[in-house]
């Protein structure tokens, strides 16, 4: 059974461009959530996607949007890339019948970012 | 808001002494679930235990052990004869059940890296 699988596993891109992360949740997992990790930091929740719905956004700007499939997979998409966006992205996948405190989520290997 | 604190950014220890990460958390719900994550260096995180805020048992599991004491709101991860694989980046985190904004979300700490030495 596959876990959770993100790609790519690394992308190096330049200032104001624009980036494209994809994931695939758990088999049976029907909710994916995105994470952006600073280098030592912890993670910080960007949104989650439930019905092909964003249910939940944390604080990141307009410039930070997703898409969730009707398979359940789910992209996060960057736009005008900023230096400050180089990071590792996490994708996290749950089932979708109750919320997070429920059920453990599981996450992916990550997209590492590096912007220059 | 939620917030969750690890004072500890790094610690060093021995193979085989017991070393405890410090996790501190902060919460206006009543009703609310803590969490522990493993990172080891390829980037996935590793669900270590879930505890809700009704149950205060510390639970063991193998070497390992959790401590949640509700009156200092503290939910301390314990590890017994640590051994070089148990080196990585901890993380606790917090999920609030009552308010909207928090419940489909987990909120991290900042982490503790642990360096087992042989």
């Known amino acids: 059974d596959a876990g959770v699988t993100q790609s790519p596993t690394h992308l190096i891109k330049t200032r104001g461009q624009q980036v494209t992360l994809r994931c695939s949740p758990k088999s049976g997992h029907d909710t994916v959530s995105w994470y952006q990790q600073a280098l030592g930091q912890g993670p910080q929740f960007i949104f989650q996607?439930?019905?092909?719905?964003?249910?939940q956004r944390g604080n990141f700007p307009d410039r930070f949007s997703g898409h969730q499939f009707p398979n359940y997979s789910s992209e996060l998409n960057v736009n005008a890339l900023l230096l400050g966006d180089s990071a590792l992205y996490l994708c996290?996948?749950?089932?979708?019948?109750?919320?997070?405190?429920?059920?453990?989520?599981?996450f992916g290997q990550g997209t590492r970012l590096t912007v220059v | 808001a939620q917030k969750v604190t690890q004072a500890q950014t790094e610690i060093s220890v021995v193979e085989k002494e017991d070393v405890t990460l410090d996790c501190v958390y902060e919460?206006?719900?009543?009703?609310?679930?803590l969490f522990w994550y493993k990172q080891p260096p390829s980037g996935e995180l590793v669900f270590l235990i879930r505890?809700?805020?009704?149950?205060?048992q510390n639970e063991i599991s193998g070497r390992y052990s959790w401590n949640f004491q509700k009156s200092t709101s503290s939910f301390n991860f314990t590890i017994t004869a640590s051994q070089v694989v148990d080196s990585a980046v901890y993380f606790c985190?917090?999920?609030?059940?009552?308010?909207?904004?928090?419940?489909?979300?987990?909120?991290f700490g900042k982490g503790t890296k642990l360096s087992v030495i042989p």
């Open positions: 996607y439930y019905e092909e719905e964003e249910r």
């Open positions: 985190a917090l999920s609030e059940a009552e308010s909207g904004a928090g419940s489909y979300q987990l909120t």
């Open positions: 505890r809700n805020s009704f149950d205060e």
């Open positions: 919460t206006r719900d009543t009703t609310y679930y």
């Open positions: 996290a996948s749950s089932p979708g019948t109750g919320t997070i405190m429920n059920t453990e989520a599981f």
